[in-house]
């Protein structure tokens, strides 16, 4: 995503310029060694492109993009732990390179120093608006957190209830990404709301997205383990849809399977073939689009700038992301 890099770049560098102290070493070595493994910064990108697009300098942005970047390495830091994951972006997780008190303590502190940086906003943004959407957000990332929890103990969860989870585990953060740029550039109501449900639809796109994905991709490309899921048993999108859609029998077989975790690799591949059988690849597929394709639209009472074709562009790309 060439079209991105002047702001990544510009994000990289105020990453860079971060006074992490030396000392204690256990506190901050973890913080550098999580924001120097990489990652898209799409979220940080989403808070620039918002300030650009109602008509403020990307720069005046740039602490709450960096509080965003630093927030969501947070979570990825306390993810991992609760997923017990040995590896993020393809090095050991903070908790196996240190161990786990290190990686909460880190974690702390980086939810901090994520706050601290909103005081570096200047001083005639609304603080106290700016600081209510970000702390909302990061509320709303702890309840879908939680209900991601509660849906690995229960057979019958509602697509309503998944949408939900998702619009807090992965929209929430991007709602609040754009919803901080627009306040600092001093959007009106209309605007606001609309970057909002633009972060809410690219995330319930893109998860759903990623859901299809772990189906459908290409293994050489994925990065990880084809239908994975469904190994292990996961309440995705495809999954409850399915539930939703068979009959008795299949419902039953469908249920003794997710009992049985991790599944066989005959089970998994019959539970593709239901995917096929009952539509739900290519509904999932169409969902997915349509709610990309609604992001973008939200984008239609924003005046045209460098910005708005920048994010427009940036919805296009993700809609066609094959991993």
Same mark, same amino acid.
């Given at each position: 995503?060439?079209?991105?890099?002047?702001?990544?770049?510009?994000?990289?560098?105020?990453?860079?310029?971060?006074?992490?102290?030396?000392?204690?070493?256990?506190?901050?070595?973890?913080?550098?060694?999580?924001?120097?493994?990489?990652?898209?910064?799409?979220?940080?990108?989403?808070?620039?492109?918002?300030?650009?697009?109602?008509?403020?300098?990307?720069?005046?942005?740039?602490?709450?993009?960096?509080?965003?970047? =630093?927030?969501?390495?947070?979570?990825?830091?306390?993810?991992?732990?609760?997923?017990?994951?040995?590896?993020?972006?393809?090095?050991?997780?903070?908790?196996?390179?240190?161990?786990?008190?290190?990686?909460?303590?880190?974690?702390?502190?980086?939810?901090?120093?994520?706050?601290?940086?909103?005081?570096?906003?200047?001083?005639?943004?609304?603080?106290?608006?700016?600081?209510?959407?970000?702390?909302?957000?990061?509320?709303?990332?702890?309840?879908?957190?939680?209900?991601?929890?509660?849906?690995?103990?229960?057979?019958?969860?509602? =697509?309503?209830?998944?949408?939900?989870?998702?619009?807090?585990?992965?929209?929430?953060?991007?709602?609040? %990404?754009?919803?901080?740029?627009?306040?600092?550039?001093?959007?009106?109501?209309?605007q606001l709301h609309a970057l909002q449900q633009?972060?809410?639809?690219?995330?319930?796109?893109?998860?759903?997205?990623?859901?299809? =994905?772990?189906?459908?991709?290409?293994?050489?490309?994925?990065?990880?383990?084809?239908?994975?899921?469904?190994?292990?048993?996961?309440?995705?999108?495809?999954?409850?849809?399915?539930?939703?859609?068979?009959?008795?029998?299949?419902?039953?077989?469908?249920?003794?399977?997710?009992?049985?975790?991790?599944?066989?690799?005959?089970?998994?591949?019959?539970?593709? %073939?239901?995917?096929?059988?009952?539509?739900?690849?290519?509904?999932?597929?169409?969902?997915?689009?349509?709610?990309?394709?609604?992001?973008?639209?939200?984008?239609?009472?924003?005046?045209? %700038?460098?910005?708005?074709?920048?994010?427009?562009?940036?919805?296009?790309?993700?809609?066609?992301?094959?991993?």
């Amino acid at each position: 995503m060439k079209f991105i890099t002047p702001y990544v770049t510009s994000i990289e560098n105020a990453l860079g310029s971060l006074d992490l102290p030396e000392s204690p070493r256990t506190l901050y070595d973890p913080q550098r060694y999580m924001l120097g493994n990489g990652g898209k910064r799409i979220r940080p990108v989403l808070t620039l492109m918002a300030c650009g697009m109602c008509g403020e300098k990307r720069r005046k942005a740039m602490p709450a993009a960096l509080a965003v970047e =630093l927030l969501h390495n947070f979570t990825l830091m306390h993810d991992d732990i609760m997923d017990q994951a040995e590896s993020r972006r393809g090095k050991p997780a903070v908790h196996i390179k240190w161990d786990e008190s290190v990686a909460i303590l880190s974690g702390d502190s980086m939810h901090t120093r994520a706050l601290l940086l909103l005081n570096k906003l200047d001083t005639s943004v609304d603080y106290r608006q700016i600081n209510t959407i970000f702390l909302k957000g990061i509320n709303k990332v702890c309840e879908g957190q939680a209900l991601d929890m509660e849906f690995e103990t229960r057979e019958d969860v509602s =697509l309503q209830e998944y949408m939900t989870m998702i619009g807090g585990k992965t929209g929430a953060l991007l709602e609040a %990404s754009l919803q901080m740029g627009g306040v600092i550039a001093g959007c009106n109501s209309t605007q606001l709301h609309a970057l909002q449900q633009i972060g809410k639809n690219i995330g319930h796109a893109f998860q759903i997205q990623d859901d299809w =994905l772990d189906v459908v991709a290409d293994p050489d490309k994925f990065g990880k383990r084809v239908a994975g899921d469904i190994y292990e048993c996961k309440k995705t999108y495809l999954m409850i849809l399915a539930l939703e859609r068979c009959n008795k029998d299949q419902k039953k077989w469908l249920k003794e399977c997710l009992r049985s975790k991790p599944l066989q690799d005959e089970d998994v591949q019959s539970v593709i %073939s239901l995917y096929r059988e009952l539509d739900v690849i290519e509904d999932a597929r169409t969902k997915m689009a349509e709610l990309y394709d609604t992001a973008e639209q939200s984008l239609e009472i924003f005046g045209e %700038s460098e910005d708005k074709r920048d994010l427009t562009q940036l919805i296009k790309t993700l809609k066609k992301r094959d991993h």
